[in-house]
T-cell receptor
């Protein structure tokens, strides 16, 4: 176990709805990254939060938004859901240091199905 | 075109056999390369991480190699076990001071049969 938890584990929504996914990072970690993983594909970077501020964003539209709280837990919000949003959503926590070998610890993911 | 290509896409081997997974990348400037193991329906778990100056790194029965000149890496699994059945993902980071420049391969799906 990595110490990173995500909720819910599974979720079914319909097109046009909004969804909020949650992530609790590993103790001592101040950085959370969110990824979308379609079936049979590698994870695609959505965005990263460091000390409550967005710190980089991948090629995702503005309807994908996030928050990081003072305790470093995080939320991913997706508005106006589309069928293609169906995927496994992973969050990963890490601790920023001066080096670049920080390891990301992934949560188990939230499986989202949009009908 | 993905900057990290993995091969084969899938692989089936018998328990006890060895196997080697490949990763070719074009990410530049190179910072580090990681191999992750992802069980079905679970998040990826880090196996190894290598920087430019490292050409091999072991973690138990897993040995990763890196040739930064040819931009190739391999993950060798020795004496495979049923629990090795998973997807193995190669992740390459471009130089930067955080983790938001990581490029993920699509993974190799390994199945170990008894």
């Amino acid at each position: 176990e990595t110490g990173v938890t995500q909720s819910p584990t599974h979720l079914i929504k319909t097109r046009g709805q909004q969804v909020t996914l949650r992530c609790s990072s590993q103790s001592g970690h101040n950085t959370v990254s969110w990824y979308q993983q379609a079936l049979g594909q590698g994870p695609q970077f959505i965005f990263q939060y460091y000390r409550e501020e967005e710190n980089g964003r991948g090629n995702f539209p503005p309807r994908f938004s996030g928050l990081q709280f003072p305790n470093y837990s995080s939320e991913l919000n997706v508005n106006a859901l589309e069928l293609d949003d169906s995927a496994l959503y992973l969050c990963a926590s890490s601790s920023r240091t001066r080096g670049d070998q920080e390891t990301q610890y992934f949560g188990p993911g939230t499986r989202l199905l949009v009908l | 075109k993905n900057q990290v290509e993995q091969s084969p896409q899938s692989l089936i081997i018998l328990e006890g056999k060895n196997c080697t997974l490949q990763c070719n990348y074009t990410v530049s400037p190179f910072s580090n390369l990681r191999w992750y193991k992802q069980d079905t329906g679970r998040g990826p778990v880090s196996l190894t991480i290598m920087t430019f100056s490292e050409n091999t790194k072991s973690n138990g029965r897993y040995t990763a190699t890196l040739d930064a000149d040819t931009k190739q890496s391999s993950l060798h699994i020795t004496a495979s076990q049923l629990s090795d059945s998973a997807s193995y993902i190669c992740v390459v980071s471009a130089w930067g001071d955080n983790n938001n420049d990581m490029r993920f391969g699509a993974g190799t799906r390994l199945t170990v049969k008894p």
